[in-house]
């Protein structure tokens, strides 16, 4: 239950507000797509060479643990894009690339070791199939919510401080505060578990 309620939480925290930054970028922010690319570039190079090393930090202090640093990390780069604007879209774009890429170099690696760890080996491959199943329909509903919240709040023209607010922002400050319930949860149900691990799977007997 603990291994299937974080992927959850991500799933939640992802959808409802990922699927529709690239157009915020493109569309509202008006970012030119070689400086997305470049930037992108950079920070793909990035990933490679910080993945090995946080492989080896999941070895050393657990998966849970980092697993919940990097969660914070996409955290960050959601709050990035909710304060990311016209005025300062370049930059943050930057911060927000660096956030994302650091996440993205083991969030997913993570995910898949706590269900590792905490599915039963007898029973393990029937709940990797429903946790894979369930969290793909769960993320398609998630985004239709979003795209449906998207949506209204076009339409209320939000203003702050006299700065336009834009949908997008709203939907990655909640995609933030999902994220920290989810970092909350790891702390306080994940690490405190003594797993079991098996590590015999994989292993060939010679």
């Avoid at 990922?18 to 797509?33: E, K, R, T, W």
């Avoid at 949506?151 to 909640?174: C, E, H, M, P, S």
């Avoid at 702390?187 to 797993?195: D, M, P, S």
Wanted: hydrophobic content about 50%; aromatic content about 16%; proline content about 2%.
């Amino acid at each position: 239950r603990k291994a299937f309620s974080i992927q959850c939480l991500y799933t939640l925290a992802f959808f409802i507000c990922a699927p529709f930054n690239s157009s915020y970028m493109i569309n509202d922010l008006s970012l030119p797509y070689t400086f997305i690319m470049l930037v992108s570039f950079i920070f793909n190079l990035y990933r490679i060479y910080i993945m090995p090393r946080l492989g080896r930090m999941a070895d050393k202090h657990g998966m849970g643990k980092l697993l919940r640093y990097t969660l914070f990390s996409l955290g960050l780069n959601f709050l990035t894009v909710a304060f990311m604007m016209p005025f300062n879209a370049y930059p943050m774009y930057i911060l927000a690339t660096f956030f994302g890429s650091t996440a993205w170099a083991f969030v997913g690696i993570g995910l898949f070791g706590i269900q590792l760890d905490f599915y039963r080996s007898e029973k393990r491959m029937i709940w990797l199939t429903l946790t894979s199943s369930v969290s793909g329909l769960f993320g398609f509903l998630v985004s239709v919510i979003g795209g449906t919240v998207l949506d209204r709040l076009q339409k209320l023209n939000l203003t702050l401080f006299g700065y336009k607010i834009y949908a997008q922002q709203v939907l990655n400050l909640i995609g933030f505060l999902i994220i920290l319930l989810a970092v909350i949860f790891i702390r306080l149900r994940i690490e405190t578990e003594k797993v079991d691990a098996n590590r015999q799977d994989g292993r060939v007997q010679l």
